[in-house]
């Protein structure tokens, strides 16, 4: 589900500022996290990530407070 402030800023026709990964390593989503990004997609879809790295993808953006993470 996509956080409050990300469908908001959409609805309005802003521009917010994200990523696309591929990359299947926690430590890319954490340090892209990191960039004062306010989203982070993150691409099962067309890589051979486990749900298990997904999930370890998914904890380090959350460690990077206002930043959303979205599963494709």
Do not use: C, N
């Amino acid at each position: 589900m996509i956080e409050t402030h990300l469908k908001d800023a959409l609805e309005s026709r802003e521009y917010p500022l994200g990523t696309w990964i591929s990359i299947g390593h926690p430590a890319i989503t954490e340090v892209a996290a990191h960039l004062d990004l306010e989203f982070v997609v993150v691409d099962t879809e067309h890589t051979t990530t486990s749900l298990e790295t997904v999930e370890d993808m998914q904890r380090g953006v959350e460690a990077a407070p206002g930043t959303t993470e979205m599963v494709v």
